[in-house]
């Protein structure tokens, strides 16, 4: 049974270079015997067992496609973001092939680029058909060529292992043949069509779930005799978004720093620390990873950024990572104000920093999401409208990170603004409404500060309404309590706004069953509009008009006709007879007076 673990070497995000793999074949070159070698043999080094190994499925699922006999498939494209593990879990997969005597030629290439394939295919020539060492190319398709199974051939048993494949172009010409005797196994986070195909399948590695990831946690802090509280490890693992890298990394600061899960947890929970801060350095990453988690996405970034519509992948992830990772919908990053943002910070293309003329569209939008799910860097599932965009949410902290903080503050208005915009003034649709909701609770906590400055959002507003609106009248009301609070803190008493929190809360406190608490709360609102706006203002008079009804509706069915019938004078004078409100005010006064006929009659 094959396991796997976190992430290392490749899954760390900093891939050979072609001419380190040139270097390699140099050596190669210097020191291989001209004579073919013996087999077994295994070309290239396959990176060292991470410590502390969890199963996971996935490695059931690539043995299983080589173990179906006659229906098998023998070319696999494992893929996943950066972190999942994707190295790992194919270095497992051929050590256990190895070691159970499943291949006789096992060759493991670190693909970063098309020379370091190259060069990776030229060491096997060399090592195994004692090829040119001269001409690597040359060699590098001799060994593809003597893949290729030939009538009265020993056969040969292989494994072809194409580690952090980055770009699709790359291996385009170096697939592996077909053979029944031979496997190939490329690991990448790209998700394009063109990596799979006929007789190729592609296998989604995904997180660690909650289970995995604390006996993960657990084991890796016991092996340097840590024990910490299952709970905080759960907590802990959740924190990290159950991301094997993340989970290595931040295990080894604990242990490096002698800190406990629950103190860590609190630094995490510091949103003004960098995720960087709180993971080792570069040189003291464990299981020889050659990256930290806030690099391992960046060039993963550049690689979605240039894809077309160039420039746009990074502001728009940018976007997303003020969003509920668990889902934003299409509405929202296709919204007026995103293709604002997005124009106003699409990348120059070319070394000449040149920006496109056009303004950036829906059409354009839905494409940058493509590019970064191409990368991995998302999920964009359009057939799923509501929550069509998905990003974890340590991609999206990373992300946050590179931000300048007056940057960090302006996009975070520029998110309030698409949620806004996106949100409908009734609301039809119950999923789209909670999602809505759901996403403006995730940029509150990510970016309150600046929700209030230079004042309150309508969008912290809006949710309020949003609530009652679902039914959640009591909902409404405590958020609007604890508007009416911040904005009374940030901008004072009188301030316009902190008046139309106060609203908010009296209107769905008496929504909530309290009528008679609204009543008073109007009251209190009501004497201190007319000291601030005055007796004419139209929220003055609304303050007027609320205070009657649930006046009324607190069993004052008289006070509540005479409050109408004096509100009635002003907004005929005020805004004239054929105003919405004014009519308002008549309907209220005849509903109040019958129910005055009513209540007499009852007594």
């Not at 893949?147 to 056969?155: D, H, R, V």
């Not at 970034?301 to 990772?325: F, K, S, T, W, Y």
Request: aromatic share 4%; charged share 20%.
């Amino acid at each position: 049974m094959s396991h796997t673990g976190a992430a290392t070497a490749s899954e760390g995000g900093l891939a050979n270079t072609g001419y380190l793999a040139i270097d390699r074949l140099t050596l190669v070159q210097q020191a291989a015997p001209r004579t073919p070698a013996a087999w077994p043999h295994q070309v290239g080094v396959l990176p060292p067992r991470a410590q502390s190994f969890q199963h996971r499925t996935e490695a059931d699922q690539l043995r299983a496609a080589v173990d179906g006999g006659g229906t098998a498939v023998l070319a696999q494209v494992l893929t996943g973001t950066g972190g999942v593990g994707k190295t790992q879990l194919a270095a497992d997969y051929a050590r256990t092939a190895w070691d159970g005597g499943e291949v006789d030629v096992l060759v493991w290439i670190s693909a970063s680029s098309r020379s370091a394939i190259t060069a990776g295919y030229a060491q096997a020539g060399v090592e195994v058909l004692a090829a040119d060492p001269g001409d690597p190319e040359q060699a590098a398709e001799a060994f593809l060529a003597w893949l290729e199974p030939k009538a009265g051939q020993k056969p040969c048993r292989w494994l072809v292992v194409l580690d952090d494949v980055a770009d699709p172009a790359d291996i385009r010409g170096w697939w592996p043949p077909a053979s029944r005797h031979g496997r190939a196994l490329v690991t990448t986070r790209r998700r394009e069509a063109a990596l799979t195909g006929a007789g190729r399948r592609r296998v989604t590695l995904g997180l660690f779930t909650p289970q995995e990831a604390v006996a993960y946690v657990t084991a890796v802090l016991a092996a340097h005799d840590r024990h910490e509280p299952t709970d905080q490890i759960n907590h802990l693992a959740a924190d990290l978004g159950h991301l094997p890298l993340a989970l290595a990394q931040a295990a080894a600061y604990l242990i490096d720093t002698d800190l406990t899960c629950a103190s860590y947890r609190g630094l995490l929970a510091n949103r003004i620390r960098r995720l960087a801060d709180l993971l080792p350095e570069s040189g003291a990453l464990p299981d020889d990873q050659s990256a930290t988690l806030a690099a391992t996405w960046s060039l993963s970034i550049e690689r979605a950024n240039q894809i077309r519509p160039v420039g746009l992948a990074r502001p728009m992830l940018q976007l997303a990572a003020m969003l509920d990772p668990n889902g934003i919908p299409a509405a929202v990053l296709t919204s007026q104000p995103a293709l604002v943002h997005l124009t106003g910070h699409r990348a120059p293309i070319g070394t000449g920093g040149i920006h496109p003329p056009a303004r950036v569209s829906a059409e354009d939008a839905a494409l940058a999401l493509r590019a970064l799910h191409r990368l991995s860097l998302i999920d964009h599932t359009p057939d799923t409208p509501h929550q069509a965009v998905r990003v974890h949410q340590l991609i999206q902290r990373a992300t946050r990170d590179t931000l300048t903080p007056d940057q960090h503050d302006r996009l975070a208005r520029t998110a309030a603004d698409t949620l806004t915009t996106a949100w409908p003034a009734i609301e039809r649709d119950a999923a789209l409404a909670q999602a809505l909701r759901a996403n403006t609770d995730v940029l509150t906590r990510t970016a309150e500060d600046a929700l209030y400055r230079p004042d309150p959002h309508d969008v912290l507003f809006r949710i309020g309404k949003s609530l009652g609106q679902a039914g959640q009248a009591a909902a409404a009301a405590a958020h609007s309590h604890r508007l009416a609070e911040t904005t009374g803190h940030r901008l004072g008493p009188d301030h316009p706004d902190t008046l139309a929190a106060r609203s908010h809360l009296a209107y769905w406190q008496g929504r909530a069953g309290d009528a008679a608490g609204a009543a008073a709360a109007f009251e209190e609102l009501l004497a201190d509009r007319l000291r601030v706006l005055g007796p004419d203002h139209p929220e003055t008079l609304a303050a007027r008009h609320n205070f009657a009804s649930f006046r009324g509706e607190a069993g004052d069915a008289a006070g509540a006709a005479a409050a109408f019938e004096e509100l009635l004078a002003d907004r005929l004078r005020v805004q004239g007879p054929d105003h919405p409100n004014t009519l308002a005010a008549h309907d209220d006064l005849a509903h109040w007076r019958g129910e005055m006929v009513v209540d007499e009659s009852t007594d």
